[in-house]
């Protein structure tokens, strides 16, 4: 046996990983090796596919996976790391994996795989003044990690959690104005702090954590239905959904419902948003949640959109009547709120829809007395329909000039294909003769543009919130 052999020892990390989770037998005792070794080798075959490659390597066994608790290989191909790291939803660090390390640290222009990337890339940018920002970034986080890992080896419970739900009520708060791809970035950052938490030995799968993963994930589909990702948004509605369930608690299955309700109602299917809303209501019953106001608010705006006026002013009004009653928490500031200029967004929106022009505009002015100019979404939306009411007056180029104009002041990464959706709704107020003016050829050219492009950056395939 050589040296490198003698000195190896058992990957303890990967170890626990594996007796984290519990066998799919029902049998309560933890994943067996040759459980992990099959759950892997079904992965395997979906990246194989995905990539569209043959078979290269001949597979898990658990006398492999046994090989790997005892730290030979410490450093498996990529393949098998790949996953590895999909099953555990964690990274090569945190599975105890490293790669063999010289006697003497490694000349500048050596082979970078001779130390553990992180370093080597910390190294490079330590010695020198340019660099890879984003790998530097990178390589910096997971020494951060680490130094969590370290710090939750000695943290309670409680003090985990508490961690862990600090981050949803700041994602929450700056999921107002922060553009939503870094959005997606920062939250699913936290996502996977969350699993590698549920991962600690000994750690329970409680309540609190299902509800920590379900409202970032809800966050998550949010930002995903603004950018026009239809097939994320429905995905990661579906997962918070399920995290809901889990965590067992009524009001927060009736809020990620009426959350749900945005990816219909803004994609074509305002018949599916009702039901979503209705159901919301059921989960809701006289709990003090956001479902309460948002539900009927979310049903009269579907219900406006399928032309049905008189029941898009009677959820309107249930909406109004369970504003006033909600709680100080379900009117706040945040993504999990509905506050007063929120409140009246959705409700200029839903007279928008149904024609009340002059009782929208009055309101859509209440709203944006309220609005900071930091919050961009929810005031574009509003110059466009007021721009609907341009066009819908017969007043075209007025209304093409206010659509302009509001998407052309939409700040870097904000540019989403919701926008430019609903431009496209507000130009569709006007005559086919008006459509023909120059003016609004020029301007629906541009809105189409706009969309292509937003689509086209986010992996989208539709409009969004």
Same mark, same amino acid.
């Given at each position: ?20 989770? !519990? ?67 964690? $990274? ?26 992180? @370093? ?35 943290? $309670? ?81 579906? $997962?918070?959904?399920? +995290? ?6 009524? @009001? ?47 049903? +009269?705006? +579907? ?15 249930? +909406? !109004? ?16 709120? !509905? ?12 007279? $928008? ?113």
């Amino acid at each position: 046996m050589t040296k490198q052999k003698k000195d190896r020892k058992p990957n303890q990390k990967l170890i626990a990983m594996r007796l984290s989770r !519990l066998s799919p037998s029902g049998s309560g005792r933890p994943l067996s090796r040759e459980e992990l070794a099959d759950a892997c080798n079904r992965i395997l075959e979906r990246i194989y596919e995905r990539q569209e490659r043959k078979r290269r390597w001949a597979g898990f066994n658990a006398s492999y996976i046994g090989g790997l608790e005892l730290g030979e290989p410490a450093w498996p191909n990529a393949d098998y790391r790949a996953a590895l790291r999909e099953f555990f939803g964690s $990274t090569d660090t945190e599975l105890g994996f490293y790669i063999d390390r010289p006697d003497r640290a490694p000349e500048i222009g050596a082979n970078p795989l001779a130390v553990e990337p992180s @370093e080597h890339i910390l190294h490079q940018g330590s010695m020198r003044a340019g660099g890879d920002i984003g790998a530097i970034l990178t390589a910096t986080d997971q020494v951060r990690r680490r130094i969590e890992d370290f710090l939750d080896r000695d943290a $309670t419970f409680a003090g985990k959690v508490s961690r862990l739900q600090n981050g949803v009520d700041i994602h929450a708060q700056d999921v107002l104005t922060v553009p939503p791809l870094e959005m997606v970035s920062r939250i699913g950052l936290d996502i996977l702090d969350t699993l590698n938490v549920l991962q600690l030995p000994g750690m329970a799968r409680t309540r609190e954590l299902h509800a920590v993963l379900a409202k970032l994930a809800v966050l998550t589909a949010d930002e995903m239905n603004v950018v026009g990702n239809v097939h994320a948004a429905r995905a990661w509605y579906a $997962t918070a959904m399920a +995290a809901a369930d889990r965590s067992e608690v009524s @009001e927060l299955r009736a809020d990620v419902c009426a959350l749900s309700a945005m990816m219909p109602l803004y994609h074509g299917n305002p018949a599916e948003a009702v039901r979503l809303t209705q159901r919301a209501r059921q989960l809701a019953g006289g709990n003090k949640c956001l479902a309460n106001p948002l539900a009927p608010m979310l049903e +009269a705006l +579907a219900r406006a959109s399928q032309g049905d006026r008189r029941r898009a002013k009677d959820a309107l009004s249930d +909406a !109004l009547r369970s504003y006033d009653n909600a709680s100080d928490d379900v009117r706040s500031e945040t993504a999990f709120g !509905l506050s007063l200029r929120r409140r009246l967004f959705y409700e200029g929106r839903i007279l $928008t829809k149904i024609s009340d022009y002059h009782s929208a505009g009055a309101v859509h002015q209440q709203a944006l007395e309220l609005y900071p100019e930091d919050v961009v979404g929810d005031r574009t939306i509003i110059k466009l329909d007021s721009a609907a009411a341009l066009f819908a007056r017969a007043d075209p180029e007025h209304g093409a000039e206010v659509v302009s104009t509001a998407l052309r002041a939409l700040p870097n990464g904000h540019q989403a294909s919701i926008f430019a959706a609903i431009a496209s709704e507000a130009i569709g107020k006007a005559g086919e003769n008006t459509r023909a003016l120059p003016a609004v050829r020029s301007c629906l050219e541009f809105v189409n543009d706009l969309g292509r492009q937003s689509r086209a950056s986010s992996g989208g395939q539709g409009s969004g919130r």
